[in-house]
């Protein structure tokens, strides 16, 4: 595998499926890889996670709730061409139908659209992981896991070029805060009209989503008890959901690194078929 392709350091169980090969070199072993036939986790997530209703989405997309984000919410420029995406992307996921509300719109380019939702995305999980910092310590978590079978070492193949082994709440800003450097780069992200998105962006735009899923992998094995507790779990459901019918649509990550949360994305999408 090429270093470069897993900069981050993913570190997944690789003796679960025998065609699944050990990420890189430079990865540590996983934690308790050793075969799990049944996959238990999470459990309590997955019963829990049935479709949010339209309000809430709509209430939580809106902001309406008091939202206390971990960096600075990215904002899309209002007059823009983006915003008006944006407030398109919001009308219809207001609809309920999330399916439909992920499609390309009609007529607009594929770069922008997924810019627009990555941003979104970005922004939402900055709200999610906001709410419970509070829980993801250095004590709590030492670790950047999501469950025991999954642990990643963070590296951005640029300042960091060698994996390593840090707690969440550390691996969690490194994370944030390469996605907002990026979010930020006007050659990648072009927030005015007329200027073309380069090249590359859609392998850095996968990039920036492989790595979000990671905190929602991480909230979801590691931190689901807070969630509840503060009532965000229809939030983090709807969330979650609607970014995996995103990236789902487009085939924005591979299946393989979406399996610390397989069985729920399973459990999410099969009753909208
Ligand atoms: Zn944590």
């Known amino acids: 595998m090429a270093a470069g392709r897993e900069a981050a350091g993913r570190v997944p169980a690789p003796r679960r ?23 238990a986790e999470p459990r309590r997530a997955q019963a829990a996670a049935g479709p949010a209703p339209a309000a809430i989405a709509m209430s939580f997309l809106f902001g309406s709730r008091s939202s206390k984000t971990f960096k600075p919410k990215k904002n899309i420029p209002e007059g823009s061409h983006q915003y008006e995406l944006l407030k398109h992307a919001e009308a219809t996921l207001g609809s309920g139908n999330l ?36 829980f993801c310590t250095e004590e709590s978590c030492p670790v950047m896991s ?3 079978k999954y642990e990643y070492h963070w590296a951005d193949g640029t300042n960091i070029k060698k994996p390593i082994k840090c707690s ?49 992998a991480h909230i979801y094995h590691q931190h689901f008890d807070p969630v509840i507790q503060l009532q965000e779990e229809a939030h983090l459901n709807t969330s979650f959901k609607h970014f995996i019918f995103f990236v789902q649509e487009f085939n924005l990550i591979d299946r393989r690194e979406l399996a610390p949360l397989q069985e729920l994305i399973e459990k999410l999408t099969s009753k909208d078929r």
């Open 99 to 134: 399916r439909m509300a992920v499609m390309l719109p009609e007529g607009e380019d594929l770069n922008e659209w997924v810019a627009v939702n990555t941003v979104d995305f970005f922004n939402q999980i900055n709200m999610l992981y906001g709410t419970i910092t509070d």
């Open 146 to 148: 999501a469950g025991p």
């Open 168 to 216: 969440a709440p550390k691996y969690i800003d490194y994370l944030m805060t390469w996605v907002q450097d990026q979010l930020d780069d006007e050659t990648l992200f072009p927030s005015k009209i007329g200027v073309p998105f380069p090249k590359n962006f859609m392998s850095v735009a996968k990039t920036i989503l492989k790595r979000l899923f990671r905190v929602y």
């Open 17 to 39: 499926s025998p065609r699944t090969r050990p990420p890189c070199a430079a990865a540590a072993a996983a934690i308790g890889s050793r075969a799990a036939p049944s996959p």
